[in-house]
């Protein structure tokens, strides 16, 4: 299949999966590993475009079924995409409209033909199929677009989760017939197969069969056991070419990023970050600090000591917590910058230990800095999954 990307592994880690890679688009180029910030509507909610390029954001997201609807596909035509609609100079990936299947599935019909959709504005309804998909997404521009999976709740068990695979490369075989601009936007495959492993090895084998620029492995982080879910991405990252990125969709939480990048994920996706904003809560890189809590009332340090986000400089720990408490949207949106923020230096750290062959290291400083040197409160799951590829968080 066609490629309008470049991907060069820079630097392996030397005891992990972990790699540090750069990914060219056609709007630039990505440092791998990344987190792609969300933003559904053409926007991250309460951050500008600007604002996101500021912090040297290199890639975001959009949301197909969302900008399907307003402003619809006419008016992007009209627009020149979204790149020109929403004043966005970097890359863009968008998904397929497919995650809405489960997270509106109340609203929504699956057959073979597509995905019926019920919308949440009016009630009317809005089929995608393979084919809608791929031509709001030729409209959209992005850089990446995602084909349509069969998307199911990762607690599905019993035959539909074969199905939903089986139909996932049925529909990735549309999607790549009816893609028409190949030659400037990549489209990716999803990995289906829910939390068994064979129809996860089967799904591998028919979407490689198909050489898509890139790879996802989706139809996780939907409230499934973490210690299946590591051991899903761990398979698919084994099962996946090399030579190619592989994204993780919904992934945000700060530990479930450092595992993931030592698992040999690339790309990541979570609304996360300014979703916990809306309720004060800033992330650091010494846990979650929750600013609508009285103890910052007469805090006037930054959110975070060293971080060099625009809210950092600028605005103390007193200040946003008098602005979350009061529940005023000045509070959101500075909180939500410095996550963003927090987020991306985040992956640049990782990328800068694996550079250097020092990553295992720097994934133990990350933990005990995270969760404040107190080894009983790492995570289970993400022990196992870190001694799996050669790192024992506990020694």
């Not at 597509?114 to 809005?126: K, R």
């Not at 995608?128 to 409209?139: D, F």
């Not at 000591?305 to 949207?329: F, M, P, Q, V």
Request: proline residues 4%; glycine residues 8%.
């Amino acid at each position: 299949m066609k490629s309008a990307l470049t991907f060069e592994t820079v630097a392996t880690c030397s005891t992990t999966k972990a790699r540090a890679s750069l990914l060219t688009l056609p709007h630039g180029p990505v440092n791998t590993p990344v987190f792609m910030p969300v933003g559904t509507q053409g926007t991250l909610k309460g951050i500008t475009p600007q604002q996101l390029q500021d912090m040297n954001c290199q890639i975001m997201l959009n949301n197909t079924y969302h900008l399907g609807l307003k402003p619809g596909k006419e008016t992007l035509d009209l627009a020149g995409g979204s790149h020109k609609f929403q004043h966005w100079n970097g890359n863009l990936l968008t998904d397929s409209g497919g995650f809405q299947m489960v997270s509106l599935l109340k609203l929504a019909e699956i057959t073979e033909k597509g995905v019926q959709f019920a919308s949440p504005h009016d009630g009317s309804l809005m089929m995608l199929t393979p084919e809608h998909s791929m031509a709001l997404q030729n409209s959209i521009g992005a850089d990446i677009m995602m084909q349509l999976d069969d998307v199911i709740s990762s607690l599905t068990t019993g035959p539909r989760v074969e199905e939903a695979m089986w139909r996932s490369i049925r529909w990735l075989d549309r999607c790549i017939k009816a893609h028409e601009r190949p030659h400037d936007q990549n489209l990716f495959a999803i990995i289906q197969g829910g939390l068994d492993k064979d129809l996860r090895r089967k799904c591998v084998e028919e979407m490689v069969k198909r050489d898509t620029p890139g790879y996802a492995v989706g139809g996780l982080s939907g409230g499934e056991e973490k210690n299946e879910f590591w051991q899903i991405v761990s398979l698919c990252t084994d099962l996946l070419p090399k030579n190619k990125p592989i994204y993780c969709m919904g992934v945000g939480y700060a530990e479930d990023l450092v595992v993931c990048v030592a698992l040999g994920v690339d790309m990541f996706d979570c609304v996360y970050p300014t979703r916990t904003a809306r309720f004060g809560n800033a992330l650091t890189m010494n846990g979650i600090v929750s600013l609508k809590s009285g103890k910052y009332a007469a805090d006037f340090g930054p959110i975070e000591e060293g971080c060099d986000c625009s809210t950092c400089k600028n605005y103390t720990r007193s200040y946003i917590h008098l602005l979350t408490a009061s529940k005023e949207t000045v509070g959101c949106h500075l909180v939500s910058v410095h996550n963003v923020a927090f987020q991306l230096r985040l992956m640049n750290g990782m990328r800068d230990a694996i550079i250097k062959d020092d990553f295992p290291a720097h994934v133990k400083k990350f933990f005990a800095s995270y969760f404040g040197g107190n080894k009983e409160k790492y995570p289970a799951w993400a022990v196992s999954a870190l001694k799996s590829v050669g790192v024992d968080l506990l020694v």
